[in-house]
Structure formats: structure tokens, C-alpha cells
């Protein structure tokens, strides 16, 4: 089983930056890829991006490109997510995910996090 804990949601203005967190465990986890999803009311949840452990190798939805930037934290088990120039388009509940295969993170992911509220208000 793999446990994701996101951190770092919270309200900022348009134009802003905030960073979430996303810190994961569990004795299978084994470094699987790791991705970032959101969910704003009244939409479906969508793909933001996505980071492979191994190679470092990274994926962004268009929507977010130039703007977001996942990272990640070798020895604390933990993925970023850096967002720059927030819009109140950006506003959602973000969700960390992860899955082994990672042709299958930025789509359909096994495991999730609880979840983090961002609100980019005008």
C-alpha cells in the first residue's frame, strides 16, 4: 500500500505563487511515479503533471506549462509541485497520485492523497 499526504494549499491573489507538498510511504511504494491532478466544482478532475522517480522525466498538461514545475526530494520521499503566476483558473482541489506503471500516472493512478485546497482569488 502507498500513503500520499499533500501539503501547502491554502489562498493566494492572482498572479502568486504557492508550492504543494506531497510526501509519500508505504512499503511498496518503491519510488513509483507521481503525479499531480485537481478537481475545480463542478468539473471533472484533470491531469496537471506528472514525475517519474527514475529518470526524472517530467510531463505537464498544456493548461499549466511555463507556469508549474514538479519536483522532487530524493531523500525525503517527497514531490513538489511549484506554481507561478496562479490565475483564478487554477483554483481546485489538487491531488497528489501515484501508480508503478508510468504510462498509467497521468491517466488512471491506484493511489491518492486526501487532497489540498488552492483558491486564487482576483
Known amino acids: 500500500q502507498v500513503q500520499l499526504v499533500e501539503s501547502g494549499g491554502g489562498l493566494v491573489q492572482a498572479g502568486g505563487s504557492l508550492r504543494l507538498s506531497c510526501a509519500a510511504s508505504?512499503?511498496?511504494?518503491?519510488?513509483?511515479?507521481m503525479g499531480w491532478f485537481r478537481q475545480a466544482p463542478g468539473k471533472e478532475r484533470e491531469f496537471v503533471a506528472a514525475?517519474?522517480?527514475?529518470?526524472?522525466?517530467?510531463n505537464y498538461a498544456d493548461s499549466v506549462k511555463g507556469r508549474f514545475t514538479i519536483s522532487r526530494d530524493n531523500a525525503k520521499n517527497t514531490v513538489y509541485l511549484q506554481m507561478n503566476n496562479l490565475t483564478p483558473e487554477d483554483t481546485a482541489v489538487y491531488y497528489c497520485?501515484?501508480?508503478?506503471?508510468?504510462?498509467?500516472?497521468?491517466?488512471?493512478?491506484?493511489?491518492w492523497g486526501q487532497g489540498t485546497q488552492v483558491t486564487v482569488s482576483t
Open positions: 514525475l517519474r522517480w527514475s529518470t526524472g522525466n517530467t
Open positions: 508505504g512499503r511498496t511504494f518503491s519510488r513509483y511515479p
Open positions: 497520485a501515484s501508480d508503478p506503471a508510468w504510462y498509467r500516472v497521468a491517466k488512471n493512478p491506484t493511489y
